[in-house]
């Protein structure tokens, strides 16, 4: 019985040993296996992460390369804005429907419209007092050719400019629009009015000079005349003496005889009258000369005094019942030192002013037309007055009347350069300064202030 029992233990025995050893070598093929899947898995998540780490270095060097062409394509838009910012000119983007999308820093200037206020919306809803119609750009860009107006009136927040306009077209891979851009020639055209006012000058001062010589002489051969039957009518004259005796002719009887009839008044007349003329002509051969409109040593008080004796000679010409009544009362500062300037000049803004004082008087139609011009010296400065008791002006007209072609008469009186051309001879010619004050309906002054380099 024990026999048998151990017998059946051994035998249990060697079955577990040899489940056991087959256990085993399943569980070291198990491991082996393991440890190889296990070995290719850390090979695969290497050459993985290898590759992720490329992909990101890839990356990386993209994200850089990047923020390189941002920072480069930032910096050339700031550049190209600055530029265009830094011009003087407006210039303006628009798309094909003219919606600003452009708006540079003289725009802003011009018109007090910051570009965060424009941009986005329609160009003539942003500037309605631009003249650039849509049919222009849609021209422009249609056509592909620029389109332009020069020399265009512009009137903004009341101030006048005149303006050349051009509309470029704008063609890119997506962008369709037009660029205008906007130049300001008012000071081109102030200059072309004077040099056209100059080239009128120019042909008076030769037409003055031919009629000086045409004039002179025979006017000169009248006041000689005048002159000889003067001394031939003198009763104290010996040789008109002797001629008489042998005649028998009574010259007291004769002289009391042109008494009575006043010839010899008429006689003086014609005199005067004839210095008259000579003096009007040597005034406008003066006025009118281009050879002196350099600066040279220059009296205010003497132009002043010629511009009147030029504008009085005038007035009796053009406006003969108001210079039976005009009273031009002239006052000048005798301490008024001889300064460097162009008298030329200075007498031509004096008698634009004069003459436009006259008209406005003739225009008011006062009992008592009052012109007046005055000078005084008020170091470092001279200053020059011109007042009158005329129509006046509004303070709308004051603002705009040294703008180029601005006039407030009908068509055929006057271009509008006048005041413009003097403005500039005053503050550019001769640096100094000229406004107006004027009320309606009572009267306008202009103060001219001049700086005096005293010519020792």
Do not use: C
Request: proline fraction near 4%.
């Amino acid at each position: 019985m024990l026999t048998s029992i151990l017998f059946l233990l051994v035998a249990l025995l060697t079955i577990t040993i040899v489940i056991l050893a087959r256990n085993r070598r399943r569980h070291k093929y198990a491991l082996t296996s393991l440890r190889e899947t296990l070995s290719l898995l850390e090979q695969r998540m290497r050459t993985r992460t290898d590759a992720w780490r490329h992909a990101n270095d890839t990356l990386e060097q993209a994200e850089q390369r990047h923020r390189t062409t941002t920072s480069l394509l930032n910096e050339t838009k700031e550049y190209l804005s600055s530029i265009i910012n830094s011009m003087p000119s407006i210039i303006i983007g628009v798309t094909p429907s003219g919606h600003v999308t452009h708006w540079n820093s003289a725009a802003e200037l011009s018109t007090g419209i910051r570009e965060k206020k424009a941009l986005g919306f329609r160009l003539q809803e942003v500037y309605p007092d631009l003249p650039v119609p849509a049919a222009m750009i849609e021209e422009a860009i249609s056509l592909s050719e620029p389109s332009t107006k020069e020399g265009v009136r512009l009137e903004h927040h009341g101030n006048l400019h005149y303006v050349d306009i051009t509309v470029y077209p704008l063609h890119s891979l997506e962008l369709t629009g037009a660029v205008i851009r906007i130049d300001d020639v008012t000071l081109r055209q102030k200059l072309d009015g004077m040099m056209l006012q100059n080239e009128k000058l120019k042909s008076l001062g030769e037409l003055a000079a031919g009629m000086a010589h045409e004039i002179n002489n025979p006017l000169a051969a009248i006041l000689q005349s005048l002159q000889n039957v003067e001394r031939r009518l003198n009763p104290e004259l010996a040789a008109n003496q002797a001629v008489a005796l042998a005649l028998g002719l009574d010259l007291k009887k004769l002289d009391t005889y042109l008494e009575n009839r006043e010839i010899k008044h008429f006689l003086d007349g014609m005199d005067n009258a004839g210095r008259r003329a000579a003096e009007i002509v040597r005034n406008m051969l003066e006025f009118s000369r281009s050879s002196t409109r350099q600066l040279e040593p220059t009296q205010l008080n003497d132009v002043a005094h010629g511009s009147v004796n030029f504008m009085r000679n005038a007035i009796e010409f053009s406006m003969p019942a108001l210079s039976q009544t005009l009273i031009i009362e002239e006052d000048y500062d005798s301490s008024l030192p001889v300064m460097s300037a162009s008298g030329v000049e200075l007498q031509q803004v004096l008698v634009n002013l004069l003459k436009n004082a006259a008209q406005a008087i003739q225009e008011a139609q006062r009992e008592a037309p009052l012109l007046r011009i005055s000078t005084r010296y008020i170091p470092p400065l001279a200053e020059i007055r011109v007042e009158d008791n005329g129509t006046g002006m509004s303070q709308g007209t004051s603002k705009q009347i040294f703008d180029p072609f601005f006039t407030t008469k009908v068509v055929g009186q006057g271009t509008g350069l006048g005041l413009s051309i003097s403005h500039f001879i005053i503050t550019q010619r001769h640096h100094g300064r000229i406004e107006v004050k004027s009320t309606p309906n009572k009267g306008t002054t202009f103060i001219i202030t001049l700086p005096i380099t005293q010519i020792g």
